[in-house]
């Protein structure tokens, strides 16, 4: 038998059909972290108590953002959660904040980044949504070299502890606003949103700030 299994995930109501999507999908992840292996997707319907094909929608879903991706008739972790060894809860924070990062995606056409920072370490780029004005223009390795620079709004949002802009300081074709969130473990998690130089950044505020605020209280719902 399998060593590996998650709390059912059942939803009434139309509220309940949008947070059971949300649960579903970190509840696949979580149980894909926990194996440590590509997992059937008859199997992980079976541990987080999905029908098969709600499971294998979902999955679809998150393989469209790298979250996991398919190996012949298994499933297994992409790489679109960045590295979650280095803390437990980081598994779910990347699974809810992927979900919500894409709405906004969506909604606005901006690109976004996740990174978290746990003291005495560097910055970890654990997860990314792009738009499609800067999407070409920021790679993943721009990314991390960004977050990386000082002058960064990453930084800025970090050693303020609220709200901070930059203005092609970090990338010469992106401007930045960043937002900073305290998370579990003592870490801070920074949620970004980029834009080609020279867009009005005002607009953004606010959506950046309902979606860290639905991301902690997805969060909070994880808890046990």
């Known amino acids: 038998m399998d060593d590996f299994t998650a709390e059912p ?7 309940g059909r949008n947070d059971g999507v949300v649960r579903s999908a970190f509840a696949l992840i979580r149980v894909l972290v926990q194996a440590q292996r590509p997992v059937g997707v008859t199997k992980l319907a079976s541990a ?10 979902i999955l679809e879903q998150l393989a469209r953002e790298g979250v996991v991706k ?10 679109g959660l960045g590295d979650l060894s280095q803390a437990p809860y980081r598994a779910d924070l990347a699974g809810v904040a992927q ?6 995606t969506r909604a606005t056409g901006a ?48 050693e303020l502890g609220q ?10 074709e992106v401007d930045c606003i960043a937002t900073p969130m305290t998370v ?3 870490d801070t998690a920074i949620l970004t949103l980029a834009e080609p ?28």
């Open 9 to 15: 995930v059942l939803a009434t109501g139309r509220a």
């Open 48 to 57: 987080v108590g999905l029908p098969k094909t709600t499971a294998h929608r």
């Open 70 to 79: 398919r190996r012949d008739h298994e499933w297994a972790l992409g790489t």
């Open 99 to 104: 979900l919500r990062m894409h709405a906004l």
């Open 111 to 158: 690109t976004l980044f996740l990174y978290v920072h746990s003291p005495g370490q560097p910055l970890n780029a654990l997860s990314r949504s792009y738009g499609a004005r800067t999407g070409s223009a920021v790679t993943a390795g721009e990314q991390r070299r960004a977050g990386e620079n000082p002058a960064s709004a990453v930084w800025r949002a970090l």
């Open 163 to 172: 709200l901070a802009a930059e203005y092609g300081e970090a990338h010469p």
């Open 184 to 186: 579990p473990a003592g």
């Open 197 to 224: 130089r020279g867009v009005n950044l005002e607009p953004f505020k606010r959506p950046l700030d309902r979606t860290i605020a639905l991301i902690l209280s997805d969060l909070r719902r994880l808890e046990p």
